[in-house]
């Protein structure tokens, strides 16, 4: 085998490395990397002092389930999943980062075990996926991403890895 072929070959090997390794990794921070918290405790307009804590058991079971590519914009999303049973009324919820982007969910009904996902970047609605509209990337690594209910109250917190 000549000098070039082998090059190529190992830098087909490497891109084909490095493109599994990142598609594994993306579905596990998707799927596995949520963040369980018994507690949470209500911070009102970025004081840092508690108000409230939520108990889990008697509180709506919703969660942030993961936020995928920080600090890309093109691939930011924050994935919203309902735990609960019935319905959970999305209308006029709040996802919020610490840094005061607020993102306001449109008219949206999640059922058991239904997601939805919040993209950063400008695009069209749909029933999983919801588009914020903005020009750059949202969140970083060690950011609490929050959600608050139509009525302001904390419902959850997710650290973004």
């Given at each position: 085998?000549?000098?070039?072929?082998?090059?190529?070959?190992?830098?087909?090997?490497?891109?084909?490395?490095?493109?599994?390794?990142?598609?594994?990794?993306f579905w596990y921070d998707r799927n596995y990397r949520a963040v369980s918290q018994p507690a949470?405790?209500?911070?009102?307009?970025?004081?840092?002092?508690?108000?409230?804590?939520?108990?889990?058991?008697?509180?709506?079971?919703?969660?942030?389930?993961?936020?995928?590519?920080?600090?890309?914009?093109?691939?930011?999303?924050?994935?919203?999943?309902?735990?609960?049973?019935?319905?959970?009324?999305?209308?006029?919820?709040?996802?919020?980062?610490?840094?005061?982007?607020?993102?306001?969910?449109?008219?949206?009904?999640?059922?058991?075990?239904?997601?939805?996902?919040?993209?950063?970047?400008?695009?069209?609605?749909?029933?999983?996926?919801?588009?914020?509209?903005?020009?750059?990337?949202?969140?970083?690594?060690?950011?609490?991403?929050?959600?608050?209910?139509?009525?302001?109250?904390?419902?959850?917190?997710?650290?973004?890895?």
């Open positions: 085998m000549d000098r070039r072929k082998l090059v190529y070959y190992l830098l087909l090997n490497v891109f084909i490395s490095a493109t599994v390794t990142g598609g594994i990794l949470i405790q209500q911070v009102v307009s970025g004081d840092t002092e508690p108000v409230s804590t939520l108990n889990p058991q008697t509180d709506v079971a919703v969660k942030i389930s993961s936020v995928v590519g920080a600090g890309t914009l093109g691939s930011e999303i924050v994935v919203v999943k309902f735990e609960g049973e019935g319905q959970l009324d999305l209308a006029s919820w709040q996802l919020k980062d610490e840094d005061g982007n607020t993102f306001k969910f449109p008219k949206l009904t999640l059922y058991p075990n239904g997601a939805v996902q919040i993209h950063t970047v400008t695009g069209t609605d749909t029933v999983i996926d919801l588009y914020w509209g903005i020009g750059e990337a949202v969140w970083s690594s060690g950011e609490n991403a929050r959600l608050f209910d139509a009525q302001g109250n904390l419902r959850a917190v997710y650290r973004v890895p």
